[in-house]
């Protein structure tokens, strides 16, 4: 069981609830959703159709009018909110749903509070909202409406997408396996995935449409074996036919 405590804020001014689902279903992997917020100006006729999602989650709205035309107060109150918890709570970290740069600073304040900033949004967030966060996930692809790659390893994705490439992603691999392999050329999967995880915030094996990262890296053409003990996978970079 994974027992650490997430704050679940969601921007509902840049979400849809058609996504409710994946995110929830996401989340909860991580950690227990202590706080479940979503902010919006619920007096909008706009924001109606959100009434049976939030009794189905339990989420709690928080009212914020929109003051000024053109103006997004919604940002503010949530930026507030997840300061007051920080600093009147003990959570473990917090998960950001929103594909809008504004929480950038507020990702990057809160992992240097030594909180753990899950980020969700659609694959136009801004590239700096999402390495702000220790981890993002692509709530569009998730839902399976896009995917990186296709079945032959491929590149196929959104033009707007910044969601790293193939290429970058194959290239650091080849890094890592030249800097951590054994004399035949054998690094663990699970130092792939530990040290990608850790410069590319958006490498989750899901959100290029694979269950699991061995798939992945099959599919980008790496050779990979399973040890004797059934559970723990090797890779190395493709070898040369003889």
Not at 121 to 132: H, W
Not at 165 to 178: F, L
Request: net charge neutral.
């Amino acid at each position: 069981m994974n027992d650490k405590k997430f704050a679940i804020l969601i921007d509902a001014d840049n979400t849809s609830d058609k996504y409710l689902k994946v995110i929830f279903d996401e989340a909860t992997k991580e950690g227990v959703l202590t706080y479940k917020r979503i902010y919006g100006d619920w007096t909008s006729q706009d924001m109606q159709h959100w009434k049976d999602s939030l009794l189905e989650y339990s989420i709690n709205p928080i009212q914020q009018y929109a003051y000024t035309k053109g103006k997004n107060a919604t940002d503010s109150a949530m930026i507030i909110d997840a300061m007051d918890i920080l600093y009147t709570s003990t959570l473990d970290g917090f998960v950001l749903v929103s594909s809008d740069s504004d929480f950038t600073r507020l990702a990057a304040r809160l992992k240097e509070s030594g909180k753990i900033v899950i980020g969700m949004g659609k694959q136009q967030t801004p590239k700096p909202f999402v390495s702000a966060c220790s981890k993002f996930m692509y709530i569009d692809i998730l839902s399976g409406e896009n995917s990186l790659l296709a079945d032959d390893g491929t590149a196929k994705t959104k033009a707007n997408s910044t969601l790293t490439n193939q290429k970058e992603i194959t290239k650091s691999i080849n890094v890592i396996i030249d800097e951590h392999d054994d004399e035949n050329g054998w690094v663990l999967v699970s130092t792939i995935g530990t040290l990608m995880q850790n410069k590319y915030p958006d490498f989750d094996c899901k959100n290029y449409g694979c269950k699991k990262l061995i798939e992945l890296l099959k599919k980008l053409g790496f050779d990979t074996k399973l040890l004797d003990d059934k559970t723990t996978y090797m890779v190395r970079k493709k070898q040369k036919s003889k």
